[in-house]
């Protein structure tokens, strides 16, 4: 996961028959541009393994406004308050377990932990105490456009060659040669084809992102 913006720029140039990257601002923005669109449409596909994060910058103050997300959250994988996981719900259905101080789940009366997301912020249920305890979020990250030279993919390197694929197929059809763009847009297809296989051997998440289902929860007799 180390290749950059200006590895892509290379290996583009190469396809087209270039000996190097261009070094005027307008081509190379151009290309960059072809390049994001790439990493975009890649991310968008599915929530991959290499998007997963991990953060525990929240603590529990008993908020009732709701916790902040990470700025770049896509979708939360699992949410842990004090050793408790909580189980997310549809936004419409969080009216169903606020004001309740359980479930009846015969012959035990166990406590139900939701949380619900809106506006950037998700609303554990119940609302946890002041104990200071940090939130551990496990989440898939929401990818972002690369700017500079030195920045770099999230996605593994085996797999980079998919985005100067994309690229110059966007570049052939930039100049009307449809026809030619064909074959990059395949091979970046079957690159995408052999990261879905991956992500199948991955399961439902890499190891450390295995999700606890149904919620744990404090159960009395």
């Given at each position: ?101 359980g479930v009846v789940n015969l012959p035990y009366l166990g406590q139900a932990y ?108």
């Open positions: 996961m180390s290749g950059t913006v200006a590895d892509v720029q290379q290996m583009l140039a190469l396809r087209l028959g270039e000996s190097a990257a261009p070094s005027d601002s307008t081509t190379k923005a151009q290309r960059l541009n072809w390049i994001n669109a790439g990493y975009m449409n890649m991310s968008r596909r599915r929530n991959w393994w290499w998007q997963e994060a991990t953060d525990s910058s929240n603590i529990n103050n008993g908020s009732t406004n709701g916790y902040i997300e990470p700025t770049n959250c896509k979708k939360i994988i699992e949410l842990q308050i004090n050793n408790i996981y909580y189980t997310e719900i549809p936004y419409i259905d969080n009216r169903i377990y606020k004001n309740t101080i939701k949380f619900y997301r809106y506006g950037g912020s998700y609303f554990p249920i119940p609302v946890p105490g002041s104990d200071s305890i940090a939130h551990y979020i496990k989440f898939y990250i929401r990818v972002t456009n690369r700017t500079s030279d030195s920045d770099t993919f999230l996605f593994p390197d085996e797999y980079l060659e998919a985005l100067a694929a994309f690229a110059e197929a966007r570049y052939w059809m930039s100049i009307t040669q449809q026809t030619k763009a064909s074959v990059p847009f395949q091979e970046y297809e079957e690159i995408i084809t052999e990261m879905s296989r991956e992500q199948g051997r991955r399961t439902t998440g890499s190891p450390g992102f295995a999700t606890h289902e149904p919620e744990d929860t404090i159960r009395s007799r």
